[in-house]
């Protein structure tokens, strides 16, 4: 068995990063939302999303439960074990997908982004969590393994 190189590459420091920065992103304000601007408004992340869609669409809940948590940090996990060779390169089309169907989770918060703004009645903006999580999202899918 021939180990790979240990030596190490910003695409593995950046991996490794992600390990951390995903959860952080999880729990980080994705947007503020509130019905008038008056009432003040209530910050949502992936996980007091999630929350919420557990009690309303259990199917719904999860699609957005794999594409949220599961399908990036599989991703992240399995292009780390392919940098230290403890994974076949076989596997690299099933990560690349898995890098997809994370971002359809930004899809979906882009979604309602657009289409509550476009009815008026809510006041919905961004925050910094949702930048975090799509940047996690497309370092993963941008990183290449050795």
Known sequence: MQFPSLTATPGRYVNL????????????????AGLLPVFGLDEVSVISGLQSLWQS????ALVVTFCAIFAPMLKVLG???RD???LDARAEPALAVLGKLAMADIFLIALYVVLVKG????????AW???????CILASLFLKTP
């Open 57 to 60: 669409d259990v199917v719904l």
């Open 129 to 135: 969590g949702l930048y975090l999580f799509t940047g």
């Open 79 to 81: 292009r780390a074990l």
């Open 119 to 126: 009815i008026g009645l809510a006041t919905v903006e961004t």
């Open 84 to 86: 230290f060779g403890l």
């Open 17 to 32: 990063a992600l390990v951390i920065l995903f959860p952080i992103a999880w729990f980080a304000p994705l947007l503020r």
